[in-house]
């Protein structure tokens, strides 16, 4: 009998002892999948945020991905500019149950001058027309919005826990949403 509790099975973006920089970019992809389960893992230390192209989706990236049921996953120690832990792009579909997201970090992005010049992040970030469904997940000490969600995705959340989540610099209360839409 399967006990991930006792016995995880850990999918690391570390590649070697110490050094952050180096550790794997993306843990998990699923571009273009149709009907596919992720069950029972934990997703760690991926670092997706010093890359000058795709720096977005640290432990999970969901690019026009169709009924993905994501279930009982940890990511945790993730970092990206955009999704440090899920990242949704093009009209993906998704849903989330019984997942914890803590300690990923949204980097910003800089440029130059040393100056931020993008403020949206979102270590759940949900662009495109993607729909993403999160239930009974706990979202807990992440730098960044806790969640990201773009004007024409759609994003419901029930019976979850956002907590301590925060963005330095910011008012906002952890979430944030584009052109009127609402988490």
């Known amino acids: 009998r399967r006990n991930p509790v006792s016995y995880p099975t850990i999918i690391s973006g570390k590649v070697t002892e110490g050094d952050y920089a180096s550790n794997v970019a993306h843990l998990v992809t699923f571009d273009g999948v149709t009907n596919s389960t992720l069950d029972g893992f934990e997703l760690r230390w991926a670092n997706a945020s010093n890359l000058t192209d795709n ?5 999970i990236q969901l690019i026009d991905a169709q009924n993905i049921n994501i279930k009982n996953v940890l990511i945790a ?3 990206a500019q955009e999704g440090a832990a899920v990242h949704a792009t093009g009209s993906s579909s ?3 149950e019984n997942c914890i997201f803590h300690n990923n970090q949204v980097c910003r992005n800089y440029d130059e001058t040393g100056f931020a010049n993008t403020l949206t992040g979102g ?3 949900v ?3 993607s729909q993403l469904t999160f239930n009974h997940c706990d979202i807990l000490r992440n730098v960044g919005y806790a969640l990201h969600v773009e004007a024409s995705a759609n994003v419901t959340v029930s019976n979850n826990v956002f907590s301590s989540s925060c963005w330095l610099s910011s008012s906002t209360l952890g ?3 584009s052109q009127g839409s609402s988490p």
């Open 55 to 59: 720096a977005n989706g640290g432990g």
């Open 77 to 79: 120690g993730c970092a």
């Open 94 to 96: 998704a849903n989330f």
């Open 123 to 125: 270590v759940l970030y």
């Open 127 to 129: 662009g495109g027309t």
């Open 175 to 177: 979430m944030n949403s």
